[in-house]
């Protein structure tokens, strides 16, 4: 009888803390209703939060809590919460937040398929016809995209490293004990910002807000942050690669959970916390769920606009560069037109609907952030990559029809991946996946999100040269830096291969909807 309560009463506490509803019953037979609590996102108004609490507790919530720009945390189980609170007009938007829980995810071992440091050396010094002590680290020659732009030993690594400058990277975590990480981490300064209110994520990875002592949880269960930030400062240490800017320091800024998703609040935090730690570049290479384009005309969407573009703005106002990937629908940005994907959870929602300039896809659309498209080893915009006259650069994000030979996986951006990463397996079946002697993994990703971290890497150098320019000066000067690239005539042959949207390209040499002011350039940057 006892161990039937026990269980009930489990049961009971388990439903409270997921924000289920339900019912348990006790030895007596006697039922416990639970309510279902739900997590919301507040916008209070600026200077009127006491106002807003009030309006809070009136309509049956909690604040959990606000941060410095005005965001809130706030629980009810009232089932008209969210209507009262709105018709109040004491804050200034309110948005759901959602609950999830799913089981840890396990380290796979060393798959089958997975190539050796050397082999794969070897293999791309004969596709690229490079030398194979091309470039500082052993996988050099697998690293077209830092010759492209020049991040090379005769190139920005004999001028500048990026010393002394932080570089945050909003993303899925990184792998900790990566050795071609693990030099440039600022461990003690990492936090992760998922909870246990964040859809999708793992419980190894959340954290108590506020609280960054944890540092476990900034462990990678993704692979793309530790991806992301090998190529923005991978060290030259004799190992797999070298990144951007070798020496500079990397903050992990854990936004992203263990399957990709980066929700509003965790967003916020990052770069709130950006801003506080007075860390120089953050690196984007996402959009914020659950919405591709957030449009004004809805009300939760309205929200999320209003949330992120005030943490960006907080961010910036403390002297953060803001970099983010331009997105891999490989439509104009300037002139959507459809939004097939949105909302992408809870999984299956998501509804075909018609969209216009009045919805916005974040980060990349909040003014002062730069956004970067993705280009191959051919200098092609690459087949998947968002442009417009929104890109404020380009960079190496890879294609595998750029290469000289075409080849499925090393036309793609080589860099550390993590151990823990749940699709070790898949990439190792597909040839993308590289392990040296100390069991260390490097793959081979393609993206706007590969293409992102190059722009943040060269930003750092100019932060290197010039600590005290304000963020507008930083991104002068790397517009500056960068390699002009007029409208080209040819098209990534991936678009006909894939049937993708035929991409156009509007303006002229240094200033287009493919490539902005240009390919960056980190020697030219390096120089400014």
Same mark, same amino acid.
């Given at each position: 009888?006892?161990?039937?309560?026990? @269980?009930?009463?489990?049961?009971?506490?388990?439903?409270?803390?997921?924000?289920?509803?339900?019912?348990?019953?006790? !030895?007596?037979?006697?039922?416990?209703?639970?309510?279902?609590?739900?997590?919301?996102?507040?916008?209070?108004? @600026?200077?009127?939060?006491?106002?807003?609490?009030?309006?809070?507790?009136?309509?049956?919530?909690?604040?959990?809590?606000?941060?410095?720009?005005?965001?809130?945390?706030?629980?009810?189980?009232?089932?008209?919460?969210?209507?009262?609170?709105?018709?109040?007009?004491?804050?200034?938007?309110?948005?759901?937040?959602? %609950?999830?829980?799913?089981?840890?995810?396990?380290?796979?071992?060393?798959?089958?398929?997975?190539?050796?440091?050397?082999?794969?050396?070897?293999?791309?010094?004969?596709?690229?016809?490079?030398?194979?002590?091309?470039?500082?680290?052993?996988?050099?020659?697998?690293?077209?995209?830092?010759?492209?732009?020049? !991040?090379?030993?005769?190139?920005?690594?004999?001028?500048?490293?990026?010393?002394?400058?932080?570089?945050?990277?909003?993303?899925?975590?990184?792998?900790?004990?990566?050795?071609?990480?693990?030099?440039?981490?600022?461990?003690?300064?990492?936090?992760?910002?998922?909870? @246990?209110?964040?859809?999708?994520?793992?419980?190894?990875? %959340?954290?108590?807000?506020?609280?960054?002592?944890?540092?476990?949880?900034?462990?990678?269960?993704?692979?793309?942050?530790?991806?992301?930030?090998?190529?923005? !400062?991978?060290?030259?240490?004799?190992?797999?690669? @070298?990144?951007?800017?070798?020496?500079?320091?990397?903050?992990?800024?854990?936004?992203?959970?263990?399957?990709?998703?980066?929700?509003?609040?965790?967003?916020?935090?990052?770069?709130?916390?950006?801003?506080?730690?007075?860390?120089?570049?953050?690196?984007?290479?996402?959009?914020?769920?659950?919405?591709?384009?957030?449009?004004?005309?809805?009300?939760?969407?309205?929200?999320?606009?209003?949330?992120?573009?005030?943490?960006?703005?907080?961010?910036?106002?403390?002297?953060?560069?803001?970099?983010?990937?331009?997105?891999?629908?490989?439509?104009?940005?300037?002139?959507?037109?459809?939004?097939?994907?949105?909302?992408?959870?809870?999984?299956?929602?998501?509804?075909?609907?018609?969209?216009?300039?009045?919805?916005?896809?974040?980060?990349?659309?909040?003014?002062?952030?730069?956004?970067?498209?993705?280009?191959?080893?051919?200098?092609?915009?690459?087949?998947?990559?968002?442009?417009?006259?929104?890109?404020?650069?380009?960079?190496?994000?890879?294609?595998?029809?750029?290469?000289?030979?075409?080849?499925?996986?090393?036309?793609?951006?080589?860099?550390?991946?993590?151990?823990?990463?749940?699709?070790?397996?898949?990439?190792?079946?597909?040839?993308?996946?590289?392990?040296?002697?100390?069991?260390?993994?490097?793959?081979?990703?393609?993206?706007?999100?590969?293409?992102?971290?190059?722009?943040?890497?060269? !930003?750092?150098?100019?932060?290197?040269?010039?600590?005290?320019?304000?963020?507008?000066?930083?991104?002068?000067?790397?517009?500056?830096?960068?390699?002009?690239?007029?409208?080209?005539?040819?098209?990534?042959?991936?678009?006909?291969?894939?049937?993708?949207?035929?991409?156009?390209?509007?303006?002229?040499?240094?200033?287009?909807?493919?490539?902005?002011?240009?390919?960056?350039?980190?020697?030219?940057?390096?120089?400014?």
């Amino acid at each position: 009888m006892q161990a039937r309560f026990l @269980a009930a009463l489990a049961a009971l506490v388990v439903a409270m803390l997921l924000g289920t509803s339900g019912s348990a019953f006790g !030895a007596d037979g006697t039922r416990f209703v639970t309510r279902t609590t739900t997590s919301y996102l507040v916008v209070f108004k @600026a200077g009127h939060s006491g106002a807003g609490v009030k309006a809070v507790r009136a309509a049956g919530g909690r604040v959990v809590r606000i941060n410095k720009v005005g965001v809130g945390t706030v629980m009810s189980s009232r089932p008209l919460f969210e209507r009262a609170l709105r018709s109040s007009g004491a804050v200034a938007a309110i948005a759901h937040n959602a %609950r999830f829980f799913q089981k840890a995810l396990k380290a796979d071992p060393a798959p089958a398929g997975t190539h050796t440091a050397t082999d794969e050396a070897a293999a791309c010094a004969s596709l690229y016809s490079v030398p194979l002590t091309t470039g500082p680290d052993p996988l050099g020659p697998c690293q077209w995209d830092m010759r492209i732009i020049n !991040a090379s030993p005769a190139g920005s690594y004999a001028v500048d490293r990026g010393t002394g400058v932080k570089v945050g990277d909003l993303d899925t975590g990184i792998d900790l004990a990566h050795p071609d990480i693990a030099p440039n981490l600022d461990l003690a300064e990492s936090c992760s910002f998922i909870y @246990a209110s964040t859809p999708t994520s793992d419980p190894s990875e %959340r954290v108590t807000p506020g609280d960054c002592s944890n540092k476990s949880a900034v462990q990678d269960l993704n692979g793309h942050g530790t991806h992301t930030a090998g190529t923005m !400062a991978a060290p030259i240490n004799a190992l797999g690669i @070298a990144g951007v800017a070798p020496s500079a320091t990397i903050v992990a800024l854990k936004g992203g959970t263990a399957e990709g998703y980066f929700f509003t609040q965790s967003v916020v935090d990052g770069l709130v916390y950006a801003g506080d730690h007075g860390l120089d570049i953050v690196n984007m290479s996402f959009f914020a769920d659950p919405w591709l384009f957030n449009c004004r005309t809805d009300q939760d969407q309205r929200a999320i606009v209003s949330a992120i573009s005030r943490a960006a703005a907080y961010a910036k106002q403390k002297g953060v560069v803001l970099v983010a990937a331009a997105g891999n629908e490989g439509i104009d940005l300037n002139h959507p037109v459809e939004d097939e994907i949105s909302p992408d959870y809870p999984p299956d929602s998501a509804v075909t609907r018609p969209v216009n300039n009045s919805c916005v896809v974040l980060p990349q659309e909040i003014p002062g952030v730069v956004v970067v498209s993705a280009t191959g080893a051919a200098n092609l915009l690459a087949w998947y990559s968002t442009y417009g006259m929104i890109v404020d650069l380009a960079a190496p994000g890879g294609s595998r029809f750029q290469t000289p030979t075409p080849d499925t996986a090393r036309g793609r951006v080589l860099a550390p991946y993590s151990s823990t990463a749940s699709d070790l397996a898949a990439e190792a079946g597909l040839g993308r996946l590289v392990q040296d002697s100390t069991g260390a993994y490097w793959a081979w990703l393609n993206g706007t999100s590969m293409a992102a971290p190059h722009a943040a890497g060269v !930003a750092a150098l100019i932060r290197s040269n010039h600590p005290d320019l304000p963020v507008g000066a930083i991104v002068g000067l790397l517009r500056q830096a960068a390699t002009k690239m007029p409208c080209s005539a040819a098209l990534d042959p991936g678009v006909a291969f894939f049937g993708a949207p035929v991409q156009t390209c509007t303006g002229g040499l240094g200033g287009n909807s493919f490539f902005g002011s240009g390919l960056v350039n980190a020697l030219g940057a390096a120089t400014r």
